[in-house]
């Protein structure tokens, strides 16, 4: 027997509810599910972190508040 494919025009939000309504059991099998994918870090990506750690480290008088951060965010600017 086949199964018909099905397209439902969903958002995010749409989606993260309905798995939210699904036994904890299946809940695992979608997180496996998603997880199989390549997640891998790659050794450019780790350099990037690490430089931008460092740089942290060198200037923390120039850091501002993430609550600050949040208003700049939210604001556009």
């Known amino acids: 027997m086949t199964v018909p494919d099905i397209y439902l025009q969903l958002n995010v939000d ?3 509810d ?3 309504r699904l036994p904890e ?3 695992k099998q979608i997180v496996d599910l998603l997880l199989e994918g390549d997640i891998s870090v790659t050794e450019d990506q780790k350099q990037l972190v690490r430089n931008r ?3 942290y480290k060198n200037r923390q ?3 501002i508040s993430e609550r600050n ?3 700049l965010i939210d604001s556009g600017k």
Request: glycine share 0%.
């Open 14 to 16: 749409q989606v993260a």
């Open 18 to 20: 309905l798995i939210k």
């Open 25 to 27: 059991k299946q809940k």
């Open 53 to 55: 750690i460092k740089k």
């Open 61 to 63: 008088d120039k850091l």
């Open 69 to 71: 951060a949040w208003k």
